[in-house]
């Protein structure tokens, strides 16, 4: 058996550009893998998705340290694991409340629902804690708390205890535009400008306005949301 060979079937022994080739297939494997179960995989984890991340990172550990496992059953594991998972997210948009739990009230009107609670095995302390970092201190500033299916916890709050609005002041509506990066050592991008409907000498002024002559001499340029920008050298 060839060392490439021994490399995808496994063998007692790997010479070290083998297993930095195992780890290197093994790795391309697995961001394939996530982009093919989309970004909500990634940024939101509920019960199943959780499940197969942690199997396929475990068995990618495994795989790599191990000179005797299959590379190849390895690579066909991962890609196996990430299609169940694309079939199931599927099957949860067909079916939802089959498939995944529905989300789960546990402050209604400013009522706690003890039995949601006990259900879904969430402590007051738990409860508590949650609240707080939503920026609700008090019980008595939630109209609901709501347990979504990715286990977080989402709160509307009385609007009593909402800050006041420029709207509600009848004060005119400040400037929000999306933060982006115009600047990056030196380089101007130019892609981020036209989407904004800038062009070089917009940026150059405002560099300007900073004390840069060029844009070569900035580290870091951004356009903020209030429409500020910010410069680093």
Do not use: C
Request: proline share 3%; net charge neutral.
């Amino acid at each position: 058996m060839s060392e490439l060979q021994a490399v995808f079937n496994g063998a007692k022994e790997l010479p070290l550009w083998g297993f930095a080739l195992r780890a290197t297939l093994l790795y391309i494997a697995l961001i394939i893998g996530i982009r093919w179960m989309g970004h909500r995989e990634v940024s939101i984890l509920s019960g199943h998705n959780y499940l197969v991340a942690a199997g396929i990172m475990s068995l990618a550990a495994v795989r790599m340290v191990n000179a005797e496992a299959s590379l190849t059953a390895a690579l066909l594991i991962v890609f196996a694991y990430s299609g169940v998972n694309v079939l199931y997210s599927y099957l949860d948009l067909k079916w939802p409340k089959v498939i995944d739990r529905g989300s789960v009230i546990l402050i209604e009107n400013g009522q706690i629902n003890k039995k949601n609670l006990l259900e879904t095995h969430v402590t007051i302390d738990n409860l508590l804690g949650q609240l707080r970092l939503k920026g609700a201190h008090n019980l008595s500033e939630v109209t609901y708390a709501v347990l979504e299916p990715t286990g977080k916890i989402s709160v509307i709050k009385k609007s009593a205890t909402l800050p006041v609005t420029r709207q509600q002041m009848n004060l005119p509506a400040k400037y929000v535009a999306l933060p982006a990066l115009l600047v990056h050592d030196g380089q101007v991008d130019e892609e981020n400008l036209n989407m904004l409907g800038l062009d070089l000498n917009w940026l150059k002024s405002k560099l300007a306005e900073k004390g840069f002559r060029r844009p070569e001499e900035v580290f870091v340029a951004a356009l903020q949301a209030d429409g500020a920008i910010y410069v680093s050298a």
